[in-house]
């Protein structure tokens, strides 16, 4: 039954083997045969080659999994020592380091709902923050405006849907803790 694989995979195999097609033997032999008759096997029938022999790896336009693969024939196979492929995984976890670095800073939870730098003037009304002095300024306010709903402890027609949500969390956790403290 043939495995089927992923255009991306199949072309970085392909591309994978234009490079190695210009390496010494003495790289290529290296990598065990049943590995290379898997590239060979997989890779994409109608790559086109576009590796110039006159550039450097790093000028090429080469994908990224082949580099990935490059990666990790060069830690598997071509390290000459222990020290040297040390050095070389030293070097993949720093990057992986930065790596989840600059995604934690540009996804970070503590700043995901931080829009001060997005806001225009016009909208800053509608985006402002929650404090416990602004829903208190919107209930004392609710209440001097509602005196003919005398009926309702608080009319909250007039909030907005996330100063009703908060006021509403607010009071419910409050009784939560008040009850919690009369029986305890």
């Not at 392909?14 to 045969?33: C, F, G, H, R, W």
């Not at 003037?121 to 005398?150: G, L, M, P, Y």
């Amino acid at each position: 039954m043939a495995v089927k694989i992923k255009p991306e995979r199949a072309y970085a195999y392909a591309e994978l083997l234009e490079v190695l097609s210009y390496m010494d033997e003495e790289y290529t032999n290296k990598i065990p045969k049943k590995l290379m008759a898997l590239f060979k096997e997989n890779a994409l029938s109608t790559y086109e080659k576009h590796i110039d022999i006159n550039k450097s790896l790093e000028e090429q336009n080469i994908s990224r999994k082949t580099t990935a693969l490059i990666a990790v024939l060069t830690v598997q196979y071509w390290c000459e020592n222990e020290n040297q492929k040390q050095e070389l995984l030293n070097i993949f976890n720093e990057n992986e380091r930065k790596y989840q670095e600059e995604i934690r800073e540009k996804y970070n939870p503590d700043n995901i709902f931080d829009n001060s730098k997005n806001i225009d003037s016009a909208t800053k009304e509608d985006n402002e923050v929650i404090t416990n002095e602004s829903i208190e300024e919107s209930i004392s306010q609710e209440k001097a405006s509602s005196s003919e709903n005398s009926g309702l402890l608080m009319d909250y027609s007039s909030f907005p849907w996330y100063k009703k949500v908060f006021t509403k969390v607010k009071t419910v956790v409050f009784n939560f803790f008040k009850n919690m403290k009369k029986s305890a």
